[in-house]
Nanobody, 120 residues
Framework: QVQVVESGGGLVQPGGSLTVSCVVSGMFFRVHDMDWHRQAPGKQREWIAGISTGGGRNYIDSVKDRFTVSKDNAKNTVYLQMNNLKPEDTAVYYC??????????????WGQGTQVTVSS
């Protein structure tokens, strides 16, 4: 079984910084691409950033130049460093790794999310 756990959320003032993390654990063969999504109150969940197996990174325009996604393959952990945070970044942040379990092939998993609130 695969577990995905996000952490590091909290309350931060506008212009501040925060780093959220996501750890993948359990019985699996390999972790492939790892994505971050977020869901703001009253809005649909949206993809915001991703890092591929080879280390390539992509971002939605609204976070480009402010957010940085990185990973530690040895720890099966992905990070999202967020700078110059804005009130509109307030949301629950979800990790969505593609995990390959022997005998079933790669598929996406979700964590429970971590709340990020940007407010003065």
């Amino acid at each position: 079984q695969v577990q995905v756990v996000e952490s590091g959320g909290g309350l931060v003032q506008p212009g501040g910084s925060l780093t959220v993390s996501c750890v993948v654990s359990g019985m699996f063969f390999r972790v492939h691409d790892m994505d971050w999504h977020r869901q703001a109150p009253g809005k649909q969940r949206e993809w915001i950033a991703g890092i591929s197996t080879g280390g390539g990174r992509n971002y939605i325009d609204s976070v480009k130049d402010r957010f940085t996604v990185s990973k530690d393959n040895a720890k099966n952990t992905v990070y999202l460093q967020m700078n110059n945070l804005k009130p509109e970044d307030t949301a629950v942040y979800y990790c969505n790794p593609v995990v390959e379990v022997l005998g079933t092939g790669p598929k996406g998993y979700w964590g429970q999310g971590t709340q990020v609130t940007v407010s003065s």
